[in-house]
């Protein structure tokens, strides 16, 4: 059965600090993963990965896909406190049934 | 421009009625997509609308169903509420269809809506 596992599940740093959160899964037919943002709202799309090695950046973010080892990372560098959140990871195959992740909260402390 | 926007924003029904969500894409966005989240299942896609078309569609029973107007707002209706129904909808659009498309979603504030 297809399944996504994020972890941690929750992670608290301090402000500055670089974090990377792991995301694995188990997909038959992979189109491609997605990474979210989720506050007190609506998530906020993040980036989407469909191919290995290339790395996709936006300001402190950035996101790397490895499709022969079945994992994604998502790095956030100089923390700070308005990155609190929790970030869920979605992969989609080409069935379209997607998966999620339970999410792993982030708690970033002045 | 005016965001997703999503109506009601929370509801509170009884088991065995059914209710009608409303979504409002971004303006010149005709690709709409429906999300289910709960603490316990995380989120889970529905379905996606294109051009009035379901175009994808998630592991979710037949009580759950939508549809797309030729103004591309979308509506989403659950008959038969049960307990577990309760939950956050989202609804996201995008200009391209297809969750695999480079397109950025974007997402509405979401209907909470409650089952009582």
Known sequence: ?110 | KAGVTQTPRYLIKTRGQQVTLSCSPISGHRSVSWYQQTPGQGLQFLFEYFSETQRNKGNFPGRFSGRQFSNSRSEMNVSTLELGDSALYLCASSLEPGLASTDTQYFGPGTRLTVL
């Open chain 1, 1 to 110: 059965e297809d399944k996504v596992v994020q972890s941690p599940l929750s992670l608290v740093v301090h402000e500055g600090d670089t974090v990377t959160l792991n995301c694995s899964y188990e997909v038959t037919n992979f189109r491609s993963l997605l990474w979210y943002k989720q506050e007190k709202k609506a998530p906020t799309f993040l980036f989407m990965l469909t191919s290995s090695g290339i790395e996709k950046k936006s300001g402190r973010l950035s996101s790397i896909l490895d499709k022969k080892e079945l994992f994604s990372i998502l790095n956030i560098t100089a923390t700070q406190t308005g990155d609190s959140a929790v970030y869920l990871c979605a992969v989609e195959p080409y069935n379209n049934d997607m998966r999620f992740g339970a999410g792993t909260r982030l708690t970033v402390k002045p």
